[in-house]
């Protein structure tokens, strides 16, 4: 009563909120730490609560399955508790409010119950059935190499972004004695292309600043430049190989952009059949009223 009178509801409220919030991280957090030091053979031991709804730590096993051991893997298994405790007591409050009950939402969960069960049908019976061979894959591309021209000059690039020149010029050092750009990349790189090695894929000097557009036309494939100082760092850039215009792409650089094409098509095929096939197992049609 003291705290409602000296900040009134709206800082109660607010309060409130983040005492409640803070308490399920301090929870999550506890949990997780207690889990760590139990047996990993405890799949079954209760690790999280609301009412007596539980989470084991099967149920978290489950959840995160790639998880490995470090301070990261950790956040997660914090976080995932945490959410999991959180949304467990939003809907058993919902469930005390008798939301479920209402027309509308019955309605919701039926047509969502109705689509997934249609959606594991159809993953069964149509998408695990639809092979692409590679005879395939080689016919289309002979067929519509049309599809595969460049339509401008593209570079295929890798680049590895640091912040300071020294390191920039340690970085070159590595590749020029011959380590491997990808590990290099992902050790020393801050560019969000890091995880993939530093690897830029095929672009036009357009989509690159000035700075780096200039260096990279002069470049001969598999050089690596000196440094390049941009507002971000300094890049170190590998040219990989150049295609000018009008050239056609290798069936390698397009293979992976022909195969959504022919299992589109091939599932249309299989999805087609299946449905005259069931047609004919019953009686449908659509009805007009009179």
């Known amino acids: 009563m003291a705290y409602d009178r000296a900040c009134g509801p709206q800082k109660r409220d607010k309060f409130l909120s983040r005492f409640c919030s803070r308490t399920v991280w301090c929870l999550a957090t506890a949990v997780i730490s207690l889990l760590a030091a139990c047996s990993k053979d405890q799949g079954q031991q209760v690790i999280a609560h609301v009412g007596k709804s539980v989470l084991t730590a ?16 950790r956040l997660q298994q914090e976080r995932y508790v945490q959410q999991w405790l959180e949304a467990e007591l939003l809907y058993q409050q919902a469930l005390k409010e008798k939301i479920d009950r209402r027309p509308d939402v019955r309605r919701d969960l039926e047509k969502l119950r109705k689509d997934y069960i249609v959606s594991v049908f159809l993953a069964e ?29 593209l570079y295929q690039l890798d680049m590895i972004l640091v912040e300071t020149l020294a390191q920039a010029k340690e970085v070159r050092d590595r590749l020029v004695a011959g ?7 992902k050790e020393k790189s801050i560019d969000h292309n890091r995880e993939l090695g530093g690897a830029w894929g095929l672009v036009p000097l357009q989509q690159l600043t000035p700075a780096l557009a200039s260096v990279v036309a002069k470049m001969k494939v598999q050089d690596i430049s000196q440094p390049v100082k941009s507002s971000l760092g300094y890049h170190i850039i590998r040219l990989g190989e150049m295609l000018k215009k009008g050239q056609v792409r290798s069936y390698d650089q397009v293979r992976e952009a022909i195969l959504p094409r022919e299992r589109a098509q091939k599932r249309e095929q299989v999805y087609q059949k299946l449905i005259a096939h069931l047609s004919e197992q019953v009686d449908l049609g659509i009805d007009r009223g009179e």
Not at 63 to 73: C, M, N, Q, R, V
Not at 130 to 150: I, R
């Open 179 to 185: 380590e491997d750009f990808s590990l290099v990349a």
């Open 58 to 73: 099967q149920d978290l096993t489950d959840a995160l399955p790639e998880i490995k051991d470090s301070a990261f893997s």
């Open 125 to 153: 019976r149509v998408d695990q059935q639809v092979q692409v061979s590679e005879a395939e894959l080689q016919d289309y591309y002979q067929k519509n190499q049309e599809e595969f021209e460049v339509a401008e000059d």
